[in-house]
């Protein structure tokens, strides 16, 4: 029985959320490859055993070398390297791609799963969130598209790298343990380092898990104030520096990696890939920017409207403060503040209050500024502010690659980047549906209360569940998949849908979709030279 009153087996739910998160997948088994599958795989050299695997690291994830003009830059060898394990085995059949991507999910689910009970020291946080993120919609794109396993491998090492991080903290009912110096703490430094570097390998995103382990470091392990960083006295005392040190070093290191490899040039991609980005006004670009993460966030919270692409004039410009998106991304911005607000002042109390318990209840040693023991009880009340914001950790920073703000992306939304993201969403929520649990069984109609929020969690899953399910119906063919986009991307929709048809003899149908594709967008020259050549 677990804190909140929920009768939890941590293996049991590892091993249950991980056999759901597959189960739900399992209708892609029959799919075809799709959209960004044949230029990935079926027309990739690197995959096709065309060039030596030594080429892998050398050119990018679409099979062009790193140094060419055309090159999107985006190394993946690790992930590309699969893809070609996969053609070893079984040449170009579908069905052995989707069993890997299937078995990459319920692996990252799994790991989710251990890394969450660590975090939170609450088996039924953990087993929640896991059912959460299992069957999450928004990660459709990333499981049923064959490509999408860059997100996947990308977030197995990720976990395996926070997995690390906390094994420095071992974990007993309501103890935290931390030594520093210690063999055990410079194990996991490397180990942090070996797979941040696997999971940037894979996909560029994985790079962010070193500042979230030098976050969990500081705040959750050493539960230092928000204050106490601006203390430089302090902070050089503490144990932990050298191993914020050495982590800084790997994220610098693999950094300068990254930008050698680009050439120190960001690659160049079409207008219509990411259109705020050749607007010449700073405002429209701002504004737009500013507004795409509270679209994000929507897609985590409501995935209803879901498309293969989301380019071109999908999601129009934001031109002026007229605009009523602008009203929307105020607030957002304003309830995100407020919250890490709220975050950093109770922080602040719990890290004064958890200090206070260890030298009054504990034979604590200070060593260097840092309070180290080989037992020191945290109050399960005081646990979930550190647990919300890792949450709000988990969300944030995986996130910030793709918002334009360091450099611009090929890309104005992209459902499967939300894969990492999502992990710290279904985190926020399972931790607050457990508090609300705690909160309601003090109540006079305490056991009505608790029965109507699992109902309403069991709603939640069960409509998360039908989305995924249904949405990997229409990653099951080209001709579905465009056909789902004709609501939100009509004009690359039409366009695609119009290739598809030509191929399949349907010269009179491919016409018409090539006409509807230059309604909404007239501008299109591959479309016009498909329709003047059908």
């Known amino acids: 029985m677990d804190e909140d009153g929920v009768a939890v ?12 998160a597959i189960v739900l997948y399992l209708n892609t088994l029959s799919a075809e490859f799709a959209y960004d599958d044949n230029r990935a795989i079926l ?11 030594a080429n892998l690291f ?26 070609r394990l996969n053609h070893a085995l079984h040449g170009l059949q579908p069905l052995g791609y989707h069993l890997v991507n299937i078995l990459c999910h319920g692996s990252v689910t799994s790991l989710y799963v251990l890394v969450v009970d660590r975090i939170s020291r609450n088996s039924a946080v953990a087993v929640l969130s896991g059912i959460l993120f299992g069957c999450h919609p928004i990660h459709t794109e990333a499981v049923a598209g064959v490509v999408g396993r860059a997100e996947l491998l990308a977030s197995l090492f990720f976990l395996f790298a926070l ?21 055990s703490s410079w194990m996991s430094v490397l180990g942090i380092g070996l797979c941040s570097a696997f999971s940037m390998l894979c996909k560029e995103q994985g790079l962010t898990v070193l500042a979230v382990c030098c976050i969990f470091r500081v705040f959750i392990q050493q539960r230092l104030q928000f204050k106490d960083l601006f203390d430089f006295h302090l902070v050089l005392k ?21 930008i050698l490899l680009m050439g120190g040039e960001p690659p160049e991609f079409a207008p219509a890939d990411n259109p705020a980005s050749e607007s010449d006004s700073l405002l429209t670009r701002s504004l737009t920017y500013l507004y795409l ?36 991304t105020f607030m957002f911005y304003i309830f995100l503040c407020i919250f890490v607000l709220y975050i950093l002042r109770f922080l602040n109390v719990t890290g004064r209050r958890a200090k206070a318990k260890e030298e009054n209840d504990f034979n604590v040693t200070r060593i260097a500024g840092c309070f180290v023991s080989c037992s020191v009880k945290v109050s399960h009340r005081l646990c979930h502010v550190p647990v919300v914001l890792m949450a709000l950790t988990l969300t944030i920073i995986p996130f910030m690659p793709a918002t ?22 279904c985190l926020l929520v399972a931790q607050g549906f457990c508090r609300l649990l705690s909160h309601v069984q003090t109540l006079s109609r305490g056991k009505i209360y608790r029965q109507l929020l699992w109902i309403l969690f069991f709603l939640l899953v069960t409509s998360f569940s039908v989305r995924t399910l249904r949405r990997n119906l229409d990653w099951r063919t080209e001709d579905s998949l ?37 309604r909404y967008r007239s501008n299109m020259a591959d479309v016009h030279y498909n329709l003047f050549n059908n």
């Not at 050398?58 to 992930?79: A, E, I």
């Open 9 to 20: 087996d941590k293996k049991t739910g590892v091993v249950l959320c991980s056999l759901f």
């Open 43 to 53: 027309r990739n050299p690197d995959v096709l055993q065309e060039t030596p695997i």
């Open 58 to 83: 050398l050119n990018d994830f679409w099979g062009t070398p790193l140094v060419h003009s055309g090159s999107h830059k985006s190394y993946r060898p690790l992930c590309v390297l699969t893809f």
């Open 163 to 183: 997995l690390c991080c906390c094994g420095s903290c071992h974990r007993e009912p309501q103890k935290v343990e931390y030594q520093c110096g210690s063999t």
């Open 238 to 258: 503490l144990c932990v520096i050298k191993d914020l040190l050495i982590l800084c070093a790997f994220a610098i290191l693999l950094l300068c990696f990254r």
């Open 293 to 328: 993460p509270c679209l994000n966030f929507f897609l985590l919270l409501c995935p209803i409207l879901l498309s293969f692409d989301w380019s071109m004039d999908t999601v129009p410009l934001v031109q002026s403060f007229a605009d009523l998106r602008v009203l929307v």
């Open 404 to 425: 334009n703000l360091f450099f611009y992306v090929g890309f104005v939304v992209a459902e499967r980047v939300l894969y990492i993201p999502s992990m710290g969403f």
């Open 482 to 518: 465009y056909r789902s986009g004709l609501y939100i991307n009509p004009a690359k929709a039409f366009g695609n849908l119009g290739n598809v048809l030509k191929a399949q003899g349907k010269m009179n149908e491919a016409e018409m979709a090539y006409r509807s594709a230059l």
